[in-house]
């Protein structure tokens, strides 16, 4: 009976550190789509700004991200097209780089939308 007692013990002890490393997979996992939803979002944000014919999209789609992406982000804007590049906060140092997403939206110009 003691070595049963002895052997769910180090059962235990063995599978924290693996419950663990699944859970920070899971932040991780959680904090890609989360960065993904925020560069569809900026995307769209500058196309929305192309098609207004505004003509700055980039700003307009850096105003839609929160503060935290300052340094983290690239916006391109090329006619219609707007792309936005993101790192997702990363719980791994260097990894973040390895983990960026990136969304494209379009837009046709206001200049063009009457003909």
Known sequence: MDSERGQAQIELIA????????????L??????????????????????????RTEPERAARAALPGWTDGRVDVRADGGEVSVALDPPA???????????SSRAYARPAADAGG
């Open 15 to 26: 599978g924290i550190p693996i419950l663990l490393l699944a859970a920070l997979i899971a």
């Open 28 to 53: 991780q996992l959680l904090a890609v789509g989360y960065a993904q939803s925020l560069a569809d979002g900026a995307a769209e944000a500058g196309a929305i700004a192309v098609a207004d014919g």
């Open 91 to 101: 719980i791994v140092p260097g990894l973040s780089g390895r983990l960026g997403v």
